[in-house]
């Protein structure tokens, strides 16, 4: 995007409040029908014994740069545990001027795919924004599975709340994050919408009560 928008305190407090149980549970019955299979997790603890529980050994899995993940404590785990092959910790130990079309074929298809979305709506659809794009093909189709762990204060009711949730207060809180850990700024550069998904058991989104991510 051109233009930062600053992070308005107002806006802010409504899309960083987990949501209230009866849009949970509606968002969750929608997601259902869309066949995206939907578990609860009181915080992110739970979150995170869920998430594992549904990784088989060995997996190869794979995950981009995410706040959810981070603060869950489910990238460091998958890191570190030597359960799984984790191909982000392959990836930053290969060459991406000599083997960027490996690293590009090795991520593009994980086993298991981990992250989490910008917004998921009360009726039923997941919306990302990225700015390379690399996580968006795993989520849409290359993933064997696909694990999102989306805090309730994503929950918005369509997607036109859903879009403005991303332009309006993800992107600023991402685009700080971007410049201090990258020194360059984030995009908006390439959104992904979910609205069903085909293969049962494919994706499965775990709603966290409390507030996780941007």
Not at 68 to 88: F, H, N, T, V
């Amino acid at each position: 995007m051109s233009e930062i928008k600053p992070l308005n305190s107002t806006l802010g407090r409504g899309f960083s409040a987990p949501a209230e149980d009866s849009r949970v549970m509606r968002t969750a019955a929608a997601l259902e029908e869309h066949g995206i299979t939907v578990l609860r997790a009181a915080n992110a603890a739970v979150a995170k014994r869920i998430v594992l529980d549904l990784i088989p050994a060995g997996s190869q899995v794979h995950h981009g740069a995410s706040q959810s993940l981070e603060a869950s404590g489910i990238a460091g785990q998958i890191a570190g545990s030597g359960r799984y092959e984790s191909l982000r910790s392959r990836v930053f130990g290969m060459d991406r001027a000599t083997q960027a079309d490996e690293i590009r074929r090795l991520t593009a298809s994980p086993d298991v795919m981990l992250g989490s979305v910008h917004a998921v709506t009360e009726t039923g659809s997941l919306v990302t924004a990225s700015a390379s794009g690399s996580q968006l093909g795993p989520y849409a189709a290359g993933a064997g599975k696909v694990i999102l762990v989306v805090g309730t204060q994503k929950i918005v009711p369509d997607l036109k709340d859903a879009l403005r949730r991303i332009d309006d207060y993800a992107f600023p809180l991402e685009d700080a994050r971007a410049q201090a850990a990258y020194g360059m700024h984030s995009g908006v550069n390439k959104v992904l919408i979910i609205n069903r998904e085909w293969i049962p058991g494919r994706i499965t989104v775990v709603l966290c009560d409390e507030a996780l991510g941007f």
